[in-house]
């Protein structure tokens, strides 16, 4: 096992761990589980430019249409 300091947004960090306590995992397991998770979907030997190619700006201006304009909770703003 590696030990990493980091620094994350206050918001990040008490999300993260909310839900690792409501999942009654450590924080740790949490994040290192939530971090393979990320790497596995970076590894599928794409680049980011190559995967970037394959976004659809008309379907992303589609489906923001469809979430509501209202101010974020105090809690989801970085």
Do not use: C, H, V
Request: a negative charge; charged letters at 35%; aromatic letters at 8%.
């Amino acid at each position: 096992m590696t030990t990493i300091n980091t620094k994350i947004p206050d918001t990040l960090f008490r999300q993260a761990k909310t839900i690792a306590e409501d999942e009654e995992m450590t924080l740790d397991e949490f994040i290192a589980l939530a971090l393979a998770s990320q790497i596995s979907s970076w590894n599928a030997g794409k680049t980011f430019a190559e995967r970037a190619a394959k976004g659809d700006w008309e379907k992303a201006r589609e489906i923001l249409a469809k979430a509501p304009d209202i101010e974020a909770e105090d809690y989801d703003k970085l």
